[in-house]
């Protein structure tokens, strides 16, 4: 799955762009280049962009989805480092959409606050408290 990192150093936001089918192990990876980098503190906020990722064909049900899902929020939990770091997803289609708002809904005992959006700019505007 392609990944694409990119700081924005005047909105103090990093953009992370995903492509291709979700795989939970290239999640963990960015999770780790995220929490290592120089660039940016690890609690950096953080507009995951998943516009043109796919489900894994390996999901069935909505409990295949919810296995999916609790397992990125794990994989979130060996990174304290990210603290109460905001986390806005993108999500414009109303399958990741969906998804996404589970995937909000299961996050909430974390410190880190989760909102799923449908544009960038609404996602741009809540990351720098402005909605």
Do not use: C, N
Not at 42 to 57: E, F, I, N
């Amino acid at each position: 799955m392609p990944i694409q990192i990119k700081y924005d150093d005047d909105k103090k936001i990093l953009y992370v762009i995903m492509q291709g089918t979700l795989d939970p192990q290239e999640f963990e990876q960015v999770l780790t280049t995220i929490v290592s980098s120089r660039e940016y503190p690890p609690d950096v906020a953080t507009l995951w962009d998943v516009s043109a990722v796919l489900a894994p064909a390996s999901l069935h049900s909505r409990e295949d989805e919810g296995q999916l899902l609790r397992g990125l929020i794990d994989i979130r939990k060996k990174y304290p480092e990210r603290g109460r770091a905001m986390f806005a997803v993108v999500a414009p289609s109303d399958l990741a959409f969906g998804m996404s708002r589970m995937y909000e809904a299961l996050s909430s005992p974390m410190q880190q606050t989760v909102m799923v959006f449908r544009t960038v700019s609404e996602a741009e505007r809540w990351l720098r408290g402005q909605g």
